[in-house]
């Protein structure tokens, strides 16, 4: 075995039996935190335990690496301090007695959640989970360590604000697969610019699921809940969560990028709901991409944006590229005021303090006079000239006095608006306002970008040959997860979402679940196990139907199983057999199901 004395907690490389970390600095006499597992504890028979790098209401977060891969990983245990303590062994977690029926139904969600992650592992713009386990009296699950940063301190270390094509790159890939993941039915519910991490290589992936009691208030776990991001119905504890929810977190982290700020608290937002942007930012940012928001950010979850793919549909409404819209943003302002070259338009300059529906009206109003004022001036001239024969250097210096006038006009109206907009707060209204001053571009882009196409039918198709085809097709196909069947032979689709004749968003996924075939599965040995633990370790290796049946041991203590009743430990039966465990009893042999 190797040593693994030598190996740094925090970032698991060789210290060379250093006193300080050669490659991350970390006191090797540092203690591990309070609660946590030892250091150097080997979970499973195959992963070592560092150092917690943080814990929050469901558990604790440890770097580890995988003893058989020599990865390194991280891994999640389900803790939550709130209704479990760890016992004298260091080790083994015990529920309060009062609050064990609690535990378990949040531990059995955590499983349920991570397994799911588990088979869920094709999405790139998501973290992925490569084990999930049982030990110690609770649950384990394991991904690859990730060498990242979170979005919040991405975004300050690049200035405080990204700007929209920088963004929509980060954005639109974690936007595509929370489209797939919540057409399989699995939500995050926390996302923020502290559970997108920025990866080495610029991408940005979602990470941190947990189970939704960490993500509401008002539960016996501790929230954490960041203000700005969460949704009313989050911060009220009361209505369901679902993918409005999610839209609302994954928009608020989209404004923090845009902005370098956050929302308002959704609670504070019942009562003034708009959005504060400042201008100077707003003049930067495609008008419907502040659509998108302000309807993605609604207080209310009935008003806001139903799902990923509209939002999907409403973040990609320019059909040009976004870095030109950017580049050219200032150039689409300044022929405004160039024709408003007589004294009284120059006298009517923006008012101090402007919304964006006010903003709108302003800036079009002068354009619409301009042409029929410049022609008369120039015949008015041309008449002079024919009449009167002025001298060449008298027109030299007219010519010279008018175009002085015309960049000092220019000069001065270009000034005054953008005073203005640097010292005046845009206020972008999520009810009328909003949609009133980009009613026209929405309504633009909603019959030409958003292409509806007629969805395919993939059903017993072979998936291969329909993710080979669908690279030059009009959608995408996207595996959510793969699964024993009977009917089905391996690697064709079972199922899709959504179903074959509905309608959807040209080059979009459908989302589809792959047979597996027929599962042969190993029973593993029961012997010592409670009856539950023995019920949720079969269940977690794919077994559907598991019975439990009374019976006699003299090798086990009462209610802890010993067997199973038609097969023996090591056998291999398909994923939908019916497995009958015998859990020892003092009382009569009776059957019931588990």
């Known amino acids: 075995m190797a040593d693994y004395d030598r190996l740094c907690m925090a970032c698991m490389e060789e210290t060379d039996e250093a006193e300080e970390c050669p490659h991350c600095g970390f006191s090797l006499a540092e203690l591990q935190l309070p609660d ?49 303590v760890r016992n004298s062994d260091g080790l083994k977690i015990s529920p309060q007695e009062e609050l064990k029926e609690v535990f378990q139904k949040d531990r059995n969600t955590f499983l349920e959640n991570q397994q799911a992650l588990l088979r869920f592992h094709t999405q790139p713009a998501m973290a992925h989970i490569e084990d999930v386990f049982e030990e110690n009296g609770t649950v384990y699950a394991v991904a690859p360590w990730m060498n990242a940063i979170t979005l919040r301190y991405f975004v300050k270390r690049s200035g405080g604000s990204l700007s929209w094509n920088e963004a929509r790159q980060l954005f639109m890939p974690v936007l595509m697969g929370l489209s797939t993941l919540h057409a399989v039915g699995i939500s995050h519910l926390g996302i923020s610019p502290d559970t997108l991490f920025i990866l080495p290589n610029g991408s940005m992936i979602l990470g941190d699921f947990c189970i939704e009691q960490v993500w509401r208030f008002g539960t016996e776990l501790q929230d954490s809940l960041v203000s700005g991001c969460a949704a009313l119905e989050q911060c009220e504890g009361t209505a369901p969560l679902g993918e409005s929810t999610d839209i609302y977190g994954f928009a608020s982290s989209l404004f923090f990028a845009l902005t370098g700020s956050f929302p308002k608290n959704a609670l504070a937002r019942k009562e003034d709901p708009r959005l504060l942007i ?120 007219l010519v010279c006095a008018v175009l002085l006038i015309i960049v000092t006009v220019v000069a001065v109206v270009r000034m005054s608006f953008g005073n203005n907009k640097g010292q005046q707060q845009t206020i972008v209204s999520q009810t009328s306002e909003a949609g009133t001053a980009d009613s026209e571009t929405t309504s633009a882009v909603s019959s030409t970008v958003a292409e509806q196409i007629t969805v ?58 792959v047979s597996d075939g027929n599962a042969l599965i190993t029973l593993p040995d029961l012997a010592g196990l409670t009856a539950e633990e023995a019920v949720s370790a079969l269940k977690s290796r794919g077994f559907t139907s598991v019975q439990q049946e009374n019976g006699h041991s003299e090798y086990v203590g009462i209610g802890q199983a010993y067997g199973y009743k038609n097969q023996n430990a090591g056998d291999k039966m398909a994923a939908n057999s019916t497995i009958t465990i015998l859990i020892n009893t003092n009382s009569s042999s009776t059957s019931s199901n588990g």
């Open 36 to 84: 946590a597992l030892p250091y150097r504890t080997i979970l499973k028979d195959q992963y070592l335990v560092g150092r917690a790098m943080r814990k929050n209401g469901e558990g604790i977060l440890y770097i580890g690496l995988d003893l058989k891969t020599k990865e390194k990983v991280e891994i999640r245990e389900f803790f939550p301090q709130t209704l479990a």
């Open 278 to 397: 400042p201008s100077s930012i707003l003049q930067n940012i495609p008008p419907h991409v502040v659509t998108s928001l302000a309807n993605a950010l609604q207080v209310s979850a009935e008003k806001r944006t139903p799902t990923f793919e509209r939002m999907r549909a409403e973040l990609s409404a320019s059909p040009t590229i976004t870095a030109t819209i950017e580049e050219t943003e200032s150039l689409r302002r300044i022929p405004s005021p160039i024709p408003a070259q007589k004294e009284e338009r120059v006298e009517k300059s923006p008012e101090e303090g402007h919304d964006l529906k006010e903003e709108t009206s302003q800036k079009s109003q002068p354009v619409q006079p301009s042409r029929p004022s410049r022609s008369p001036q120039i015949r008015k001239n041309t008449g002079h000239k024919n009449k009167k024969k002025i001298p060449m250097f008298v027109w030299a210096i």
């Open 456 to 513: 395919p039918n993939l059903v017993n198709k072979k998936y291969e040959d329909n993710q080979q085809s669908s690279s030059n097709a009009d959608y995408q196909v996207a595996v959510s997860k793969h699964e024993y069947s009977d009917t089905v032979e391996a690697g064709y689709i079972i199922s899709q979402t959504p179903t074959a004749g509905e309608k959807m968003v040209k080059g979009t996924a459908i989302s589809v679940i």
